[in-house]
C-alpha cells in the first residue's frame, strides 16, 4: 500500500472507532518476500489512532549490518589514486611556495613599519624644531616691539605658517601609510591563516588516498610460500616458510616492486644458506630448515626482516672472489661484516655455475639496487653456521617524507630523518684535526665518531670564507653490517636549514645508479634538490679507498700511475658524466677533481695544477673553448694536456678545437680502455 491509501486507512479506522487489522508483505533487501511473514504486521492488532513511521521500521543490529552492506562503494583504477596522490603533493608544492611568498610579504610589512616609525620620528623632531624657531622669532618679535621696531614681515610669518601646514600635513600622511600597513598586516595574517588550514586539509586528502593505497602485506604470502615450496622440492631440501606481522600494510607500488626482490632472498636463501636434512642433521640441527619473516612499523617505515637457520655466507670465497676482480688487496684484513657488502656489488656472485633458480648469475645488487630506487635500506647480517639475516628498510609510502635540509658547499640536499642518529656541534677551528686520518675523532654521548665531510662525499668543494664559528654534524645511522666501531660515522654539514615535508620524485635510471642518490625533491622556491642516501655514501668512500688500494696489484702500468697520483681534472656540465668518469680514473689509481661548468673550471684553475683536463664543449657560464684558450693564455698550466670529449663530431669543431692547441679529441660515448689509452700518452708526452 502507498503512504496515502495507509495515512487514509488510519484516519478512517479512527473515526470509525472500529478494530481493524492492516495487512501487507514484508520485502527483504532483494526485492523477495519476507518469509518469515504470514502477511499481517508483527505486532498487536490494536487499533491504530493515528500514523506513526516508527511502527512500521524499527532499526535493530540486522538493519544497520544491512545498511552498512548496502553502502555505495566506487570502482576507482590504482592509476587515477596514483595520479591524484601526485597532484596532492604537488599542491603541497604550491602551498609551500605560497608560504615563502607571505613570508615575504611580512618581511617586507616589518621593513614598512620601521619605515613608517623612522618618518614618524623625524616629523616629531622637525615639529620640535618649528615650534622652537617660532618661539625664537616671537622672542625677537617682543624685543623689536619694546625697541620700538615694526611687527613680522607678512612673507617671513607665511613662510613659517606654511612649514607648520606642510608639517601637519606629512603627519597625517604618516597616519594614512600606518593604516594601510595595518590592513595589508591583517590581510597577511588572514592568508597566514588560511594557507595553515589549507595545508590541514591537504594533508588529511593525502592521507586519506595514501590510507586507500595501502595494502597488507599479507596478500603476498601465498605467492612467497609457493616461492619456497618449489625451490625446496627442486634442490632436495625441507624447509617451513613463517610470518610474523604480515597484517602490516604499505603502499601498494611498493609492496609490488619488493616482491620481486623478496622472492630473490627467499630463493638464495634456499640454495645457499638452507642446509641438505643429511648436513643439518649431522650438524645437530632439524632436518626442516626455518625462514622467518618479520614485519613491523618504525615511525614512518617498514621493516622486513628476513632471516634463516642455514650455514651462514661463505665469507672466504666472498674475499676470494673480490680479491681476484681487483675490488681489494690480497694483504689488506676487513672485517666479515665488511667482507658481506662485497655481495651487493653489480655481477658479484661466488657461485661456480648459474642456475636458473638463484638469480642466473645476477647478484644482490638487483635487490639493493631495487630497495635503494623505493628509497629504502638493506641491511646484512651473517654468522658462520648459524644463518643470515637481511633487513629491509622501506618507506610506507612513496609520496611524502620527512628530510633534514642541509648544505655542503654551494649546493643543497636533503637526508631523510630516518637515517639521523642525531646532530651536534663543534668548533670550526678543531675541523682539520678531526678530518685527519689519524684524528681524534668526534666525542659525543661517551661514543668516538669518524669524522667526514659531507662536500667529499659527493664531490663538490666546501664552503670557504664563512665567519660561523661552529659546525654541524650529522650522526649517521649506519647499517648494522658496516661493522662494530665504523659504524659510528659523523657527517659535517656547512650548513643547517631545518626540516622539511618533502614530496619524493624520481630521477630515473641513470641518477639513481649514482651511489648515494635516492631520489629528487621541489622545494619552495623552485629549486630541485637531490635526496642523498648518506650510508651509502659512506660505504661508496669506503670501497673506493679499498680499490684504490687494489689498484696497484692489478698492472704494472697501474702501479705506475699510483705511485705517481696524477691530479685529472674532469669539467662537465652532466653530473653523470662527472661521477662515471670519476670512478673509472679512481679505479685506475688517478686522482680527480670535477668542475660543473667552465666557470667552475677557470676558477679552480687558479690553484690547481692538474696533470690532463678533460673537457667537454657545451656547458653553461663558459664553454669548453672558452676555458681551452683560458688554459693555453695562463702561463703556470699553458703546456697542460686538454682531452675534449663531447658529441659534437663535426670537423669545423675539431679544427677549432686544434687551432687552440686541444691535444685529443673524442666522441661521446667513449671507450674507457680508449679515454685511458690517450690520457697515459697525453701525460707521457706531456712529461717528456
Not at 604618516?174 to 595545508?199: F, K, M, N, R, W
Request: charged residues 25%; negative net charge; aromatic residues 4%.
Amino acid at each position: 500500500a502507498s503512504f496515502e491509501e495507509l495515512q487514509a486507512l488510519a484516519d478512517s479506522e479512527s473515526a470509525s472507532g472500529t478494530e481493524s487489522t492492516v495487512t501487507t508483505a514484508f520485502v527483504a533487501a532483494d526485492g523477495s518476500a519476507d518469509p518469515t511473514s504470514d502477511g499481517a504486521l508483527p505486532f498487536d492488532d490494536a487499533p491504530i489512532a493515528s500514523w506513526d513511521p516508527a511502527l512500521f521500521w524499527r532499526p535493530d543490529d540486522g538493519d544497520a549490518g544491512l545498511l552498512q552492506q548496502r553502502r555505495e562503494t566506487a570502482r576507482v583504477p590504482v592509476d587515477a589514486l596514483d595520479k591524484m596522490l601526485n597532484e596532492a603533493g604537488e599542491i603541497s608544492i604550491y602551498r609551500s611556495r605560497l608560504e615563502e611568498h607571505n613570508s615575504g610579504i611580512e618581511a617586507q610589512l616589518d621593513d614598512l613599519s620601521q619605515a613608517i616609525a623612522r618618518v614618524r620620528d623625524q616629523l616629531r623632531q622637525l615639529d620640535i624644531e618649528t615650534e622652537a624657531q617660532i618661539t625664537a622669532r616671537g622672542l625677537n618679535q617682543m624685543e623689536s616691539e619694546r625697541d620700538g621696531g615694526g611687527e613680522f614681515d607678512p612673507l617671513e610669518m607665511d613662510r613659517y605658517t606654511r612649514m607648520q601646514e606642510l608639517s601637519r600635513t606629512l603627519s597625517e600622511s604618516v597616519s594614512d601609510l600606518s593604516a594601510v600597513h595595518a590592513s595589508l598586516d591583517q590581510l597577511a595574517s588572514e592568508a597566514t591563516t588560511i594557507l595553515l588550514q589549507q595545508g590541514r586539509i591537504n594533508t588529511e586528502v593525502q592521507q586519506g588516498l595514501m590510507r586507500t593505497l595501502m595494502v597488507p602485506f599479507s596478500r603476498q604470502i601465498a605467492r612467497l610460500q609457493r616461492v619456497v615450496q618449489q625451490t625446496s622440492q627442486e634442490n632436495g631440501k625441507r624447509v617451513e616458510l613463517v610470518f610474523d606481522g604480515a597484517e602490516a600494510e604499505l603502499d601498494r607500488n611498493v609492496l609490488e616492486r619488493m616482491t620481486a626482490p623478496l622472492e630473490h632472498l627467499l630463493r638464495n636463501a634456499v640454495i645457499h644458506g638452507i642446509e641438505t636434512p643429511l648436513q643439518r642433521e649431522s650438524a645437530g640441527k632439524a632436518a626442516a630448515g626455518r625462514i622467518a619473516v618479520s614485519l613491523w612499523r618504525e615511525g614512518t617505515q617498514l621493516l622486513i626482516e628476513l632471516s634463516d637457520d642455514g650455514g651462514g655466507l661463505d665469507l672466504r670465497a666472498i674475499r676470494e672472489t673480490a680479491v681476484r676482480r681487483g675490488l681489494m688487496p690480497e694483504d689488506v684484513e676487513i672485517g666479515d661484516d665488511e667482507a658481506a657488502q662485497y655481495i651487493f656489488m653489480p655481477g658479484f656472485s661466488t657461485a661456480r655455475e648459474l642456475t636458473q633458480d638463484a638469480g642466473r648469475g645476477v647478484g644482490m645488487d638487483v635487490v639493493a639496487s631495487e630497495v635503494k630506487q623505493l628509497g629504502g635500506t638493506l641491511e646484512l647480517a651473517s654468522e658462520w653456521g648459524r644463518g643470515a639475516r637481511f633487513t629491509v628498510r622501506l618507506p610506507l609510502t612513496l609520496a611524502i617524507s620527512q628530510s633534514l635540509l642541509v648544505g655542503a658547499g654551494h649546493e643543497s640536499y636533503a637526508i631523510p630523518l630516518p637515517s639521523i642518529m642525531g646532530i651536534t656541534r663543534f668548533a670550526r677551528d678543531q675541523l682539520d684535526a678531526l678530518l685527519a686520518d689519524d684524528g681524534p675523532g668526534l666525542e659525543y654521548g661517551g661514543q668516538n665518531y669518524r669524522l667526514m665531510h659531507l662536500a667529499d662525499l659527493v664531490g663538490v668543494p666546501r664552503e670557504s670564507g664563512s665567519d660561523q664559528k661552529t659546525l654541524h654534524a650529522i650522526l649517521v645511522r649506519m647499517p648494522e653490517s658496516f661493522g662494530g666501531e665504523q659504524r659510528r660515522v659523523a657527517v659535517v654539514v656547512d650548513t643547517l636549514v631545518g626540516s622539511r615535508e618533502i614530496v619524493s620524485k624520481a630521477v630515473g635510471p641513470q641518477i639513481s645508479a649514482i651511489p648515494g642518490i635516492s631520489g629528487a625533491t621541489i622545494l619552495a622556491d623552485g629549486r630541485v634538490v637531490l635526496i642523498l642516501d648518506v650510508p651509502a655514501l659512506v660505504q661508496d668512500h669506503a670501497r673506493r679507498i679499498l680499490r684504490m688500494q687494489a689498484a696497484p696489484q692489478v698492472s704494472g702500468a697501474a702501479q705506475t700511475h699510483e705511485a705517481k697520483r696524477e691530479l685529472i681534472m674532469v669539467v662537465d656540465d652532466s653530473i653523470t658524466i662527472r661521477r662515471v668518469t670519476e670512478r673509472l680514473l679512481l679505479k685506475h689509481g688517478y686522482d680527480v677533481i670535477t668542475a660543473k661548468d667552465g666557470l667552475d673550471a677557470m676558477a679552480q684553475l687558479q690553484t690547481e695544477r692538474p696533470q690532463a683536463i678533460l673537457l667537454d664543449i657545451e656547458m653553461p657560464r663558459a664553454n669548453g673553448f672558452e676555458v681551452a684558450t683560458f688554459v693555453r693564455n695562463t702561463a703556470m698550466i699553458a703546456r697542460t694536456p686538454i682531452i675534449m670529449i663531447t658529441s659534437r663530431s663535426g670537423e669545423k669543431h675539431r679544427e677549432h678545437a686544434a687551432a687552440i692547441g686541444v691535444e685529443r679529441y673524442l666522441i661521446k660515448p667513449f671507450q674507457e680502455d680508449q679515454l685511458l689509452e690517450q690520457l697515459r700518452e697525453v701525460i707521457a708526452g706531456a712529461t717528456a
